[in-house]
């Protein structure tokens, strides 16, 4: 290597909620990254191409103008409408990665353009504002009906609610809840207290209470409905064997968004007298003389049953 070569650059993998790529300038500069790995890759349109030659794992990749400079949200953002026109907007493209929240309505947005991955929830109050700025969406659009004094109730990460939080007695009856996270409805709900639910992550709730839940709800995530009383949900990993289902005082309904084994100790007598239904989206490993039993009480099955013996295979 002479003094006027540069140096070789080391071969990286590129992670992250957003990999922004603007900050290179030429072809050449993205020779070095070998993966990308990322919710959102943003890239210049001057680098589209080269851009495209990375093995990459995303969402989405947006293409933006050359020049312009790049703001990101992540996660769950509550934001005033005025929040989209700041000073400095026109120098900017927006990404937001997980759920953009209008709390109030948009007159005027700044921003260049608005990309987003997930959910976006605005007042339907000047909509048109922000659909002028929205240049693409990978996820949902809904709007809301904004009055004075209204709150959306965001939820985020894994949450378990009451049949009080459903009838938000002490809020006002144009509340939104959102649920972006996990919520689990433990217990039957005997009124909605809330305009519209909003689920752009994963809700759990008992079927009984499906004709008073249904009418409010837009899925743009999953909904699980369990049958019967006493929600138990399995996230992880877990093993049920004959001790465990002794101790429990009344018949559950097990929600298994996880990995579920049922030990070689469980008779078919004990599993169906310890668990009244099963609402699966993830998987149960039972040995094979009980998988016709799962089956049975997986009501809702949107998972994988599978007996143990030939998972040991």
Known sequence: MTETEPAAREPVVLTGPVVDLTRFGHPGDLAHITRI????VVVPEALSVAASQIP?????VIAIPDGVRVRSYVGMNALPGDALAPTDGHKHVLVVIGALVLTSPVTTVTYQQIHAVGLVL???ENHA???TRLSSVKG?????????????????????????TIANDSGNAADILLIAGQAVVDGLPTSVGFARIIVAGMMIAPAAARHLLEPVMTVAGEIIWYVGDHPRLVTGTETYGAAFLDLLDAPVSLIVTG???IGEDVTTDLLRAKVASIALSGQIIAPRALVPVVQ?????NRGRISAAEDAAG
């Open 37 to 40: 790995e990322a919710a959102c």
């Open 56 to 60: 990459t794992d995303s969402a989405a």
């Open 122 to 124: 605005s007042p339907r």
């Open 129 to 131: 504002a922000l659909a």
């Open 140 to 164: 949902a659009v809904e709007v809301y009906d904004h009055v004075e004094g209204q709150r959306v109730v965001a939820l985020t990460a894994d949450n378990t609610l009451s049949g009080t």
């Open 259 to 261: 990995e579920l084994s």
């Open 296 to 300: 049975v009480l997986a009501t809702t």
